[in-house]
């Protein structure tokens, strides 16, 4: 059966590489495809190119290929080795892969281009890949990005923090905020966890961050004032953070109110916390009625509301001068609130209020409403990959999806 040309051809080999045999297994879904070469006088070094001599063979490799007619296609191949005077004995490139991986590059380029759609179980069910071979195929992916990312100055970036299995543990991320895309991704939220991401940057590019939009988080801000030249004029304690932080007041202070009323059998706070930390502009027409009564009423949480809604309004200001008016007036009535955890965070607003307004009224994206853009991204990442067994394979995700890399194969551009 002269079927070695009809596959040549369709596998795309090229010389010096031809097709030995092909082995039909039709019964277990396989076609196994033996590939040789013809003698060459030259191989080139795989660190120089320069023209060596044929050392030796490998033992013969296997490689997953792209499925022919549904039929499991795998490649056979003795890898040659090259002598090199200077690099000494190495195994040539080969065409079809890349040197560690076990599938062809159009096969890791076609799971790639899956994975970046569905989800790894599904990738996995249709390709029929088991865990650790989607993730062998998307860490190689990741480690080509990142090898391939050029050092650009970035300017405006983010810093944020994400939980792990619901709080156990935590990653910090830092984001572009520019191209909105994740640039570091590191264990924990300790000033450590940010220190490793400056080493990663050259002198210009650390001189070339403009702001850094973060929560008032002081193992952060320490980690940025020690690395980034005059930090106290480029952090920005974001929009996004600063809104956590009234909301998390209001909710304690919905608590505690809340208890006291159901002592007294009165419910109308139970099942609210969400609301108060929505916008009612977003509520449907008869939520936003019903709430409106709410928020109305001479409840303690309230008024807590109110002041939050009030903190938030320093956002619509262009100009610093009327910005810090406001604030001053914010900050008087809520001390005088009888709010203890308004009093707290109005307490914290006001020590850190020169970095709230840093770059306030201006385009930066630190000033966005959230700017922290590939957060839901990766509440996706998270829900696509409900597989992961540890950390790192959740951290190469993230990269995967959020880090805007170049992930395909070498041999396949
Ligand atoms: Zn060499």
Known sequence: ?????????????????????????????????????????????????ADCKLYDHQPERQWRHLDT????????????????????????????????????????????????AASQKAVGGLLKLSWDEIHGIMERAVKRGLERRQADVVGEIGVDE????????????????????????????KQSS?????????????????????????PYIESVREHVPEADGKIVFDKFHVAKHLGDAVDRVRRKEHKTLKAAGDDRLAGTRYDWLRNPASMEPK???????????????????????????????????????????????????????????????????ENIITYLGTASPTQAANPSMPRSKIQWVKYTARGFRNRQNFVHAICFHCGGLDLAPQATK
């Not at 543990?169 to 924990?188: F, K």
């Not at 650390?206 to 988080?217: E, K, L, P, Q």
């Not at 008016?325 to 009093?343: D, T, Y």
Request: glycine share 4%.
């Open 1 to 49: 059966m002269q079927d070695h040309e009809l596959y040549r051809r369709i596998l795309g080999i090229q010389a010096p590489w031809f097709v030995d045999s092909v082995d039909l297994r039709l019964e277990v879904g396989e076609i196994h495809v033996h590939l040789r070469h013809h003698d060459l006088i030259h191989w080139p070094c795989p660190e120089c190119g």
């Open 69 to 116: 007619c549904q039929y499991q296609t795998i490649l056979h191949a003795e890898p040659p080795r090259s002598e090199c005077r200077e690099h000494g004995v190495k195994a040539i490139k080969l065409p079809w892969a890349e040197p560690s991986s076990r599938f062809t590059a159009l096969f890791e380029a076609l799971a790639i281009e899956w994975l970046k």
């Open 162 to 189: 994400k939980a792990f299995r619901k709080g156990h543990s935590y990653l910090t991320l830092v984001n572009d905020l520019i191209r909105g895309r994740v640039l570091y991704v590191a264990e924990d939220r």
């Open 194 to 218: 940010l220190d490793g991401f400056w080493e990663t940057l050259t002198a210009e590019q650390i001189s070339g961050i403009r702001a850094v939009a973060m929560d008032m988080w002081d």
């Open 287 to 353: 939520y936003r009625k019903e709430f409106a009564e709410l928020r109305n009423s001479e409840l303690k949480t309230a008024r807590a509301w109110a002041l939050k809604e009030t903190a938030m309004a320093l956002y619509e200001y262009v100009y610093e001068r009327p910005a810090r008016k406001h604030f001053r007036w914010w900050h008087g009535w809520a001390v005088r609130s009888r709010l203890q955890p308004m009093i707290e965070v109005a307490r914290t607003l006001k020590r850190r209020f």
